[in-house]
């Protein structure tokens, strides 16, 4: 029998704004969840204010037995799908959560804040965490000012979001 912390950590696709739906849904089937979370900086009325939001919008991490609970996780309201393609399912060792573990304060991730800037075409370098020295090119900010949008070039082309604050220009 596999110890749970052997057990590989499932990416799931979450339906639009319904992270904590999924996450709540699953839970009560028994799945172990971790979904990261941040202080993202919103605008209402004029007035800047704090609230805690998922660190990848749209995904969280779940860890089950794949023969016993894949379809109950499938079909779990709140799941849009589980990560993969025609010929496997995508899984992250536990180590790389427990990476993204350590970077939390009481439950909630911290942000490293640099000063940075970054245009479009910019070749970047991603200089902590899990993808640590991947390259790729700067797109765009996201609209939370917090994550930005880049094209990997790292063996493959694909584009990913990133907290802005793992981000450093090639020289």
């Excluded at 990133?162 to 981000?167: A, E, F, I, P, Q």
Aim: no cysteine.
């Amino acid at each position: 029998m596999q110890n749970e912390k052997e057990k590989p950590w499932f990416v799931l696709n979450i339906k639009a704004k319904q992270e904590a739906l999924a996450e709540q849904n699953l839970k009560n089937l028994g799945v172990e969840v971790y979904m990261p979370r941040y202080y993202r900086t919103i605008k209402k009325d004029k007035e800047k204010s704090q609230v805690i939001s998922p660190l990848f919008s749209g995904y969280l991490f779940a860890r089950f037995d794949l023969i016993e609970y894949y379809h109950k996780v499938m079909y779990t309201r709140g799941v849009k799908s589980v990560l993969g393609n025609s010929t496997s399912i995508w899984f992250l060792e536990n180590d790389k959560i427990e990476e993204i573990k350590k970077r939390e304060q009481e439950g909630v991730i911290t942000l490293k804040k640099k000063n940075e800037t970054f245009t479009k075409g910019d070749i970047v370098i991603i200089d902590e965490g899990s993808f640590d020295g991947w390259e790729g090119i700067f797109q765009e900010d996201l609209p939370d000012k917090d994550r930005v949008s880049i094209l990997l070039t790292m063996g493959f082309t694909g584009k990913m979001t990133v907290s802005r604050n793992t981000l450093i220009k090639k020289n």
